[in-house]
């Protein structure tokens, strides 16, 4: 059975930093493309970042570039988004999720629960 369990959300001051991480269970996540989403309150879900099996195609948002960093430990079947220079526009639940695809897709079939990150002063 797919599962994504994402942890690492916070409340945290403009400019600070945290890491997020997506635990995947069922599948081995290094074979698979793996993605970011948040959803601001009132706003439609946006993808954020995603990585490629092989860490060799890495996508940003625009909004986000240069401030967030994804990466993935294999051996802890697990992939992470750090996430710094964080501003009150970042403040959202995100998701990670996967399609078992090696790149990254357009549509996602497997999503965690989400994590709630604030961002606020």
């Known amino acids: 059975q797919v599962q994504l369990v994402e942890s690492g959300g916070d409340l945290v001051q403009p400019g600070g930093s945290l890491r997020l991480s997506c635990a995947a269970s069922g599948f081995t996540s290094v074979y698979s493309a793996i993605g970011w989403f948040r959803q601001a309150p009132g706003k439609e879900r946006e993808g954020v970042s995603c990585?490629?099996?092989?860490?060799?195609?890495?996508y940003y948002a625009d909004s986000v570039k240069g401030r967030f960093s994804i990466s993935r430990d294999k051996a802890k079947n697990t992939v992470y988004l750090q996430m710094n220079s964080l501003k009150p526009e970042d403040t959202g639940v995100y998701y990670c999720?996967?399609?078992?695809?090696?790149?990254?897709?357009?549509?996602?079939?497997?999503w965690g629960q989400g994590t709630q990150v604030t961002v606020s002063s």
């Open positions: 999720a996967t399609a078992l695809t090696s790149n990254c897709p357009y549509k996602y079939d497997y």
């Open positions: 990585i490629s099996s092989g860490g060799g195609v890495i």
